[in-house]
């Protein structure tokens, strides 16, 4: 079955930070360009960062660049998002998705839930 | 504010057919054909159901289709069934600027 599956995910203070993680199961994770979308409470989806299969071609959305720091090991089929400088609005579900042909996300995760909250 | 606009919710009785607009701009929708459609069940991911702008996924019902004209991407189901009530979101590739954008989401009742 082809998976996604967040974590790392929690409560942090302004300021702080955290790190995601994304595991892959189930496809050649070393082939696809993998991407990290978030969404606030009762709010809509946003992009925020892209990482390719090779090269590392890396894309940041202008909210988190700066900030955020997307990074991948194929050796162990996860992506992950390093978060510093976290901010009240960056509260949100994160969802990391399989971006094949980087035309649309075909696979997503469950979603990981960070509340940043003093 | 979303960089895609679409109306906040439209509702249909089953059997009905329903269109979702998106309206973009000429650099995000008018440009590129890289229009994908989501729809989100409450506390649910997002699952893909139309990408470049009209290609189905294997497994996607063949009542979703979509289309594009100009700046406006659209959405319409058809054989409206009650467990199509959800969230649906357009999303286009916007170029090196600001890469992919989304659309505020569109509220689907089915009555």
């Known amino acids: 079955e082809v998976q996604l599956v967040e974590s790392g995910g929690g409560l942090v203070q302004p300021g702080g930070s955290l790190r995601l993680s994304c595991a892959a199961s189930g496809f050649a994770f070393n082939i696809y360009t993998m991407t990290w979308v978030r969404q606030a409470p009762g709010k809509g989806l946003e992009w925020i960062s892209y990482i390719s299969s090779i090269y590392n071609t890396i894309y940041y959305a202008d909210s988190v660049k700066g900030r955020f720091t997307i990074s991948r090991d194929n050796t162990k089929n996860s992506v992950f998002l390093q978060m510093d400088s976290l901010r009240a609005e960056d509260t949100a579900i994160y969802y990391c998705?399989?971006?094949?042909?980087?035309?649309?996300?075909?696979?997503w995760g469950q979603g990981t839930t960070v509340t940043v909250s003093s | 504010q979303s960089a895609l606009t679409q109306p906040a919710s439209v509702s249909g009785s089953p059997g009905q057919s329903i269109t979702i607009s998106c309206t973009g701009t000429?650099?995000?929708?008018?440009?590129?054909?890289?229009v994908s459609w989501y729809q989100q069940h409450p506390g649910k991911a997002p699952k893909l159901i139309i990408y470049?702008?009209?290609e189905r996924p294997s497994g996607v019902s063949n009542r979703f289709s979509g289309s594009k004209s100009g700046n406006t991407a659209s959405l319409t189901i058809s054989g409206l069934q009650v467990e199509d009530e959800a969230d649906y979101y357009c999303?286009?590739?916007?170029?090196?600027?600001?890469?992919?954008?989304f659309g505020g989401g569109t509220k689907l009742t089915v009555l």
């Open positions: 000429s650099s995000d929708i008018g440009s590129y054909n890289l």
């Open positions: 470049e702008v009209s």
């Open positions: 999303c286009s590739y916007a170029g090196r600027s600001a890469f992919w954008v």
């Open positions: 998705a399989r971006f094949p042909r980087q035309d649309a996300f075909d696979i």
